[in-house]
Antibody, heavy 120, light 107 residues
Framework: EVQLVESGGGLVKPGGSLRLSCAAS????????MNWVRQAPGKGLEWVASISDSATDIDYADSVKGRFSISRDTGKNLVDLQMNTLRAEDTAVYYCARDSSSFTNWFDPWGQGTLVIVSS | DIQMTQSPSSLSASVGDRVTITCRAS??????LAWYQQKPGKAPKVLLYAASRLESGVPSRFSGSGSGSEYTLTISSLQPEDFATYYCQQYHITPPYTFGQGTKLEI
């Protein structure tokens, strides 16, 4: 069964850092692009970052560029999101989502999400 | 960047109703559109991809259509479990992957 489980969320002060992890199972991480999508409380979905199957293409939303970094460890089947210089507006549930296939870019499946709260 | 505009933002309907949600892209997206359903406290789940292809396991009362820059999601006969929020997403030109703002379907 394909499964994604996020961890690492919590309460952090503005300007602080947090590292989220997505544990992948049931598939080979090196064969799929992976993504982080966030959802602020009561708001819609916002794509945050992507890493390609080969890890050679990495992209970020303008809202997080220069502050967030996506990486993966195929040996540990983990996809991480390092978040620095956090702002109140980064408060959201962060979802890890896999590209649906090696050639297609809708997101399936998704993890259950991890909540990040940026507040003093 | 391609902008996605969904309408309506909310919709009240009854069990058995037929409902349609529209998603407009700021430019043509060549059917590179997915629809997701999200229930409170849960992750989104894909319903359709390539504008009209039903994901495995999704009931046939869900259907999608459209072309160019305008697409629709139709639920032919609403069931109690369909009350949720629906999002469209374009994957034609990325990054960024852009979502519509969502349509909350309420009883």
């Amino acid at each position: 069964e394909v499964q994604l489980v996020e961890s690492g969320g919590g309460l952090v002060k503005p300007g602080g850092s947090l590292r989220l992890s997505c544990a992948a199972s049931g598939f080979t991480l090196s064969k799929f692009g992976m993504n982080w999508v966030r959802q602020a409380p009561g708001k819609g979905l916002e794509w945050v970052a992507s890493i390609s199957d080969s890890a050679t293409d990495i992209d970020y939303a303008d809202s997080v560029k220069g502050r967030f970094s996506i990486s993966r460890d195929t040996g540990k089947n983990l996809v991480d999101l390092q978040m620095n210089t956090l702002r109140a507006e980064d408060t959201a549930v962060y979802y890890c989502a896999r590209d649906s296939s090696s050639f297609t870019n809708w997101f399936d499946p998704w993890g259950q999400g991890t909540l990040v709260i940026v507040s003093s | 960047d391609i902008q996605m505009t969904q309408s309506p933002s909310s919709l009240s309907a009854s069990v058995g109703d037929r409902v349609t949600i529209t998603c407009r892209a700021s430019q043509g997206i060549s059917n590179s559109l997915a629809w997701y359903q999200q229930k409170p406290g849960k992750a989104p789940k894909v319903l359709l991809y390539a504008a009209s292809r039903l994901e495995s396991g999704v009931p046939s009362r869900f259907s999608g259509s459209g072309s160019g820059s305008e697409y629709t999601l139709t639920i032919s006969s609403l069931q109690p479990e369909d009350f949720a929020t629906y999002y469209c997403q374009q994957y034609h030109i990325t990054p960024p992957y852009t979502f519509g703002q969502g349509t909350k379907l309420e009883i």
